[in-house]
């Protein structure tokens, strides 16, 4: 059961809250003039100074995770448009697959029909290994990796906001088209995720993006980007078996994956292009401020520019 929106809010106010009381009293105190507040921390909590120092950023760090949540949920309860066109479209999908020669995932499902415990795994993949491995991914990028989370954070908020805007737009999912040679893997196998047909249809022609597929190719490509260890290629199988896993479900087409992929990787150019302005502000500040140091001035670029015009 996911946690409410409201509740989330109400929580990261009263988190957001404590991260700053926590930094607030974890910082030396510094004497100001005419100031009436007092300059020493009392012997109570001089002591905690250190745990109130590791706490804030944990604090405030899951503060803004709430906030994020709850937007993401509040987004996911926007009104879907042309719920009627959802298997139209779909049906489109199917024919500009061909076209592309995409692989046919009504194949895929057919040769593995012979082998069912590969479904029920797809099918188990599915349900365990969609939330789960974003909270140990979050936790283990910010406890191991501090510099490089607040980056992988907002790529992969983004690209989740992005991608449930998109979603706004139905489009059915494979299992519900037999006429193609898709069977519900759910259904004939299990375990089962949703009805055949029916119950939270809304919810149920949401396929395109796939979140499962967005959120698994973020840890990878994060994972795989941040650590040097062996293990990294755990981000990477993850990544893989997610694909599989929504395919050979009849949950999500290919397409699905690939703009869900794809919105990770937007996200990851539009990053660098803003660390990398950021590395030049820096740069031109620090170049600044040497130049202040021994009484040296640069031209303007106005300046640069008439110099070279003449």
Same mark, same amino acid.
């Given at each position: 059961m996911w946690l409410p929106a409201d509740i989330a809010v109400e929580s990261a106010v009263v988190l957001g809250g404590a991260s700053i009381v926590a930094g607030r009293f974890s910082r030396p105190k510094v004497a100001e003039p005419n100031s009436t507040i007092p300059t020493t921390i009392t012997p109570e909590v001089a002591p905690l100074r250190p745990k109130l120092a590791a706490a804030t950023p944990v604090l405030r760090e899951s503060a803004v995770l709430l906030v994020l949540y709850a937007a993401w949920r509040k987004l996911g309860e926007l009104p879907t448009f042309g719920l009627d066109r959802a298997f139209s479209r779909a049906e489109d999908l199917w024919h500009w697959e061909r076209w592309l020669h995409l692989p046919n995932e009504a194949t895929l499902q057919h040769w593995l029909t012979h082998v069912p415990v590969l479904l029920r795994f797809a099918n188990l993949y599915y349900i365990i290994f969609h939330v789960a491995p974003v909270g140990i991914f979050l936790i283990w990028l910010f406890v191991r990796h501090r510099d490089e989370y607040p980056k992988w954070r907002n790529i992969f908020a983004g690209a989740s906001l992005v991608c449930i805007l998109i979603q706004t737009i139905p489009v059915a999912p494979p299992r519900m088209f037999p006429q193609f040679g898709f069977i519900d893997t759910g259904q004939v196998y299990g375990p089962q995720v949703y009805?055949?047909?029916?119950?939270?249809?809304?919810?149920?022609?949401?396929?395109?993006?796939?979140?499962? +597929?967005?959120?698994? +190719?973020?840890?990878?490509?994060? +994972?795989?980007? +941040?650590?040097?260890?062996?293990?990294r290629w755990i981000g990477f199988a993850h990544a893989v078996l997610t694909i599989y896993a929504v395919t050979v479900t009849g949950y999500h087409w290919l397409a699905d994956g690939i703009v869900g992929a794809a919105l990770v990787f937007i996200g990851i150019a539009i990053a660098k292009v803003v660390e990398r302005r950021g590395m030049r502000r820096t740069w031109s500040e620090t170049e600044e401020t040497v130049d202040q140091a021994h009484g040296v001035r640069r031209p303007s670029v106005g300046e640069r520019r008439e110099e070279l015009a003449r």
């Amino acid at each position: 059961m996911w946690l409410p929106a409201d509740i989330a809010v109400e929580s990261a106010v009263v988190l957001g809250g404590a991260s700053i009381v926590a930094g607030r009293f974890s910082r030396p105190k510094v004497a100001e003039p005419n100031s009436t507040i007092p300059t020493t921390i009392t012997p109570e909590v001089a002591p905690l100074r250190p745990k109130l120092a590791a706490a804030t950023p944990v604090l405030r760090e899951s503060a803004v995770l709430l906030v994020l949540y709850a937007a993401w949920r509040k987004l996911g309860e926007l009104p879907t448009f042309g719920l009627d066109r959802a298997f139209s479209r779909a049906e489109d999908l199917w024919h500009w697959e061909r076209w592309l020669h995409l692989p046919n995932e009504a194949t895929l499902q057919h040769w593995l029909t012979h082998v069912p415990v590969l479904l029920r795994f797809a099918n188990l993949y599915y349900i365990i290994f969609h939330v789960a491995p974003v909270g140990i991914f979050l936790i283990w990028l910010f406890v191991r990796h501090r510099d490089e989370y607040p980056k992988w954070r907002n790529i992969f908020a983004g690209a989740s906001l992005v991608c449930i805007l998109i979603q706004t737009i139905p489009v059915a999912p494979p299992r519900m088209f037999p006429q193609f040679g898709f069977i519900d893997t759910g259904q004939v196998y299990g375990p089962q995720v949703y009805d055949s047909v029916g119950g939270n249809l809304a919810g149920q022609l949401a396929a395109m993006p796939s979140m499962h +597929v967005l959120w698994a +190719v973020a840890i990878g490509a994060s +994972v795989m980007s +941040v650590s040097t260890s062996k293990w990294r290629w755990i981000g990477f199988a993850h990544a893989v078996l997610t694909i599989y896993a929504v395919t050979v479900t009849g949950y999500h087409w290919l397409a699905d994956g690939i703009v869900g992929a794809a919105l990770v990787f937007i996200g990851i150019a539009i990053a660098k292009v803003v660390e990398r302005r950021g590395m030049r502000r820096t740069w031109s500040e620090t170049e600044e401020t040497v130049d202040q140091a021994h009484g040296v001035r640069r031209p303007s670029v106005g300046e640069r520019r008439e110099e070279l015009a003449r």
